[in-house]
């Protein structure tokens, strides 16, 4: 039963977590293939380049080339997995939920500064959205690895070390 979910005494509240983890996930990533990388893309293959890749045509395909094929692909598969079958997913969810908070925050900080700098790829509206999806990991990070701060809380199979398979 400890393998089962981040409150294993709880499952019912535990797969709900995973389930807004997931769609959380899902929602972060349709953000970032059609709201932030698909629209500059045709107006580049049509010759009208952005700021963004005028100013840094090398860093605007290494972030292209990380979000749309590392990045958003990674998120789907894990929103996946913790919607479907999240008793199987007890490890992904702490990592995922981690990794979203630390990496939304650092993004929300990285458009924050771009605005005050008066960077010429600034936007008003992604340190709003980055900020909004920044404060959800945050939460959902919480939510997550709140079980395994409770005193007496079980340690999932996967992470005590002992749950290896003999060869």
Excluded: C, N
Aim: net charge neutral.
């Amino acid at each position: 039963m400890g393998g089962e979910g981040a409150g294993a005494g709880d499952d019912g509240a535990s797969r709900s977590v995973d389930r807004v983890i997931g769609v959380y996930l899902l929602v972060v990533s349709a953000f970032l293939l059609f709201g932030l990388h698909l629209p500059g893309l045709p107006a580049l293959w049509r010759g009208d380049p952005t700021v963004e890749y005028l100013t840094y045509p090398g860093l605007f395909w290494l972030v292209k080339v990380m979000d749309l094929g590392i990045a958003v692909p990674v998120i789907v598969i894990a929103a996946l997995r913790l919607i479907r079958s999240p008793e199987r997913a007890v490890l992904l969810r702490y990592a995922v939920t981690g990794w979203a908070a630390l990496l939304a925050s650092s993004v929300a900080e990285m458009a924050v500064v771009m605005q005050v700098a008066g960077d010429p790829a600034a936007s008003r509206v992604l340190p709003i959205a980055f900020s909004g999806f920044a404060f959800l990991a945050l939460v959902l990070a919480v939510l997550a690895h709140r079980p395994l701060l409770s005193p007496g809380a079980a340690v999932p199979a996967e992470l005590d070390g002992h749950s290896r398979r003999s060869p």
